[in-house]
């Protein structure tokens, strides 16, 4: 009997997450030396659209749970219809999202076997996958195998693997499927606004701001704020807005460093680093970032880094392929007009 | 409300962490209580201080592992356990939760379960839910504010950071909860929960005791740890005699180099 690869198509508010295209392709790719068919897996309601995406992108067909109850993601009924689907397969792929860990470690248990998350390269041996991921924040690789139980459940990194090139002209079966869904004792009763803007992860290019930030003495905060640590808070947050500004004409996420969400200049979402996100955008913006070994660890993997510092000793230079020596408050506003008038934008 | 709070013995984030031969090492970077655990049992002392209820401190880990333990006593649990045994030596997560899960069961009486969302050493962020898959209570992973909870009515609301925003969810107890860094600010230990602490009699939990007679094997095995390949960079700095002039120059490279 032929292999079978599953890929979780993760979507949130009528979106994919595009790294659920680049597990497609990682799909393709093990169906090629391992033989067998790439299968897509979309659960939610009305994700029917999801489906012929699934398809252009290179599955050769698509299973489609389709129910009211699994229009909010909560991991209990998704991760029991995957657990169905995914019985008898060779190997079920996710792509590394807040949905899918636990969704991946539920399944493992409920099916008894292993689960190797946020895998960053694979090869293939002895009939299995052995994969690649990072541990101590990427200060280590680990290589992982899961060689006698089946399924072998991997989550990939988004922006690890190409994403493949979609083929509109491709066509392929989509059939609904059956579900258990088991008892749900869990209720979605909303969801927040706190929206950070471009995703960290999913970003190709990200603009960071450290402790460097605040660090303006020409500019004198308001006379009403009084208190000092207020003061350089918006201090601070005149430096966050560069930085904003420079993020927005090239389309990229904020970051920030451990420092600078500690001091409270900046919520923790935007935090890079060990205890924060592990990005690796194409190219990645230091700014008044000295480069402490907790945030090296979460961007190293960066194509290209540029760092700005005022101190030419920071460990950021070492990581950095240009850097400058300088003061971001004099560079990032000719930076970012530099970029408008080069990109047309 | 009885809680359990999850804890792992992980070192010091500022370390260097190197491997020679399959073997990892830290210098002499200290252990300590893994950075994500100490927004656990923040969380479980402060719902102790609003609920009353005991808090156990559990950890599974080599038998000289109790580090992470003690600081959790030093903040205020109530008790603590260290779940060790040569045979849970080369545990998977899938291994582990079966351990913890075996654990909180043997505890009796637990309302809710507190994980910090991942390890900084092993970065899987799966342990939690799969102990909550086990003991068929919801998972409630990556939660930035508790909402509400309701001891005599059996019932949690709580805030979930997703990666596009918060997801509120109301759930019955007992469950599961893995908490993110947003959740609050962990207190230091006082000096004399660090006396308190470093008295305490930390009972050792085995696999007999436990009652997990026949431990199954990892589903996953690490064949190799390496080091990350060297980054061959070469730092080309952008000078020039006005910022303008800096700026653009740093524009010029990164179109010359296709980066933009």
New interface residues.
């Given amino acids: 009997m032929a292999n079978k690869i599953l890929v979780y198509i993760d979507h949130?508010?009528g979106q994919v997450?595009p790294a659920s295209w680049e597990a497609v392709g990682v799909g393709t790719s093990l169906a090629e030396e391992l033989g067998g068919d790439v299968v897509a897996v979309v659960l939610g309601h009305e994700v029917e659209e999801f489906a012929q995406n699934a398809i252009q992108f290179g599955a050769g067909g698509v299973l489609v749970g389709d129910a009211p109850e699994l229009k909010?993601?909560?991991?209990?009924p998704f991760?029991s219809v995957l657990s169905q689907l995914a019985a008898e397969a060779e190997v079920l792929l996710f792509p590394t999202?807040?949905?899918t860990?636990?969704?991946?470690?539920?399944v493992?248990?409920?099916l008894?076997?292993?689960?190797?998350?946020?895998v960053v390269a694979f090869e293939i041996k002895d009939g299995s996958v052995?994969a690649t991921r990072?541990?101590?924040?990427?200060?280590?690789?680990?290589?992982?195998?899961?060689?006698?139980?089946r399924p072998q459940i991997l989550t990939l990194r988004g922006r690890a693997f190409p994403k493949p090139e979609p083929d509109p002209g491709r066509s392929g079966e989509i059939t609904p499927i059956e579900m258990e869904l088991g008892e749900i004792?869990?209720?979605?009763?909303?969801?927040?606004?706190?929206?950070v803007g471009v995703?960290l992860?999913d970003a190709a290019i990200i603009v960071s701001g450290g402790r460097g930030v605040s660090n303006n003495p020409q500019l004198s905060p308001p006379a009403e704020i009084t208190d000092e640590s207020e003061q350089e808070i918006w201090r601070a947050q005149q430096g966050f807005a560069l930085v904003g500004e420079l993020a927005q004409v090239?389309g990229a996420a904020m970051g920030a460093s451990r420092a600078a969400v500690d001091a409270g200049y900046i919520?923790?979402?935007h935090?890079v680093g060990?205890?924060g996100k592990v990005v690796s955008p194409?190219?990645y913006i230091a700014c008044g970032i000295s480069g402490?070994?907790?945030h090296l660890a979460g961007m190293?993997?960066s194509?290209?880094?540029?760092?700005i510092n005022r101190d030419s000793e920071a460990p950021i230079?070492?990581?950095?392929?240009?850097?400058?020596?300088?003061d971001l408050f004099?560079?990032l506003?000719?930076?970012t007009?530099?970029?408008k008038d080069?990109?047309g934008s | 409300m009885n809680i359990v709070v999850c804890v792992k013995q992980t070192?010091d984030?500022?370390a260097?962490?190197?491997?020679e031969d399959g073997v990892?090492s830290w210098g002499d970077a200290p252990v300590v209580l893994n950075?994500?655990d100490e927004y656990a049992v923040e969380e479980a002392l402060r719902i102790k201080e609003a609920h009353g209820g005991e808090i156990t401190a559990i950890s599974l880990g080599p038998e000289d592992a109790k580090e992470a333990l003690k600081q959790a006593l030093a903040m205020g649990c109530d008790q603590a356990i260290l779940i060790s045994d040569p045979v849970f030596a080369g545990a998977?997560?899938?291994v582990v939760?079966k351990i913890l899960a075996a654990s909180i069961d043997k505890i009796e009486g637990t309302d809710l379960v507190i994980f910090g969302r991942a390890s900084?050493?092993?970065?899987?962020?799966?342990?939690?839910?799969?102990v909550?898959?086990?003991l068929g209570w919801?998972?409630?992973?990556?939660v930035a504010a508790i909402s509400s909870l309701d001891p005599e009515g059996k019932t949690i609301?709580v805030?979930?950071?997703?990666?596009?925003?918060?997801?509120?969810?109301?759930?019955?107890l007992p469950a599961v909860v893995s908490v993110?860094?947003?959740i609050n600010e962990p207190r230091y230990p006082s000096f004399m929960g660090i006396r308190k602490a470093s008295r305490a009699e930390i009972p050792l939990w085995t696999a007999a005791e436990l009652g997990l007679d026949e431990i199954?094997d990892?589903?996953?095995?690490?064949?190799?740890?390496?080091?990350?390949p060297k980054?061959e960079?070469e730092?080309?700095?952008?000078?020039g005699e006005t910022?303008?002039e800096?700026?653009?120059r740093?524009?010029d490279?990164?179109?010359e180099?296709k980066?933009?």
Avoid at chain 1, 112 to 118: F, L, N, Q, S
Avoid at chain 2, 162 to 168: K, P, S, T
Wanted: proline fraction near 8%; charged fraction near 25%.
């Fill in positions: 949130f508010a997450v909010d993601y909560r991991p209990e991760a999202t807040s949905r860990r636990e969704l991946a470690g539920m493992a248990v409920d008894e076997t292993g689960v190797i998350p946020d052995l990072p541990i101590y924040a990427g200060k280590l690789l680990t290589k992982v195998v899961c060689s006698e139980k004792t869990t209720e979605v009763t909303g969801y927040s606004e706190s929206k995703s992860t090239l919520p923790y979402e935090q060990q205890t194409d190219l402490a070994i907790q190293r993997t194509k290209t880094i540029v760092a230079f070492k990581l950095a392929r240009f850097g400058i020596v300088g004099d560079l506003p000719p930076l007009q530099a970029f080069r990109l | 070192p984030t500022a260097i962490v190197t491997v990892v950075p994500w998977d997560t899938l939760s900084v050493d092993s970065d899987t962020g799966v342990t939690g839910p799969q909550a898959r086990r919801p998972a409630l992973s990556l609301a805030e979930r950071m997703l990666d596009e925003g918060r997801q509120l969810v109301s759930s019955p993110v860094k947003e199954s990892p589903a996953v095995m690490w064949p190799d740890i390496m080091a990350p980054i960079t730092v080309e700095m952008i000078e910022p303008e800096i700026a653009a740093l524009v490279r990164l179109m180099e980066v933009i």
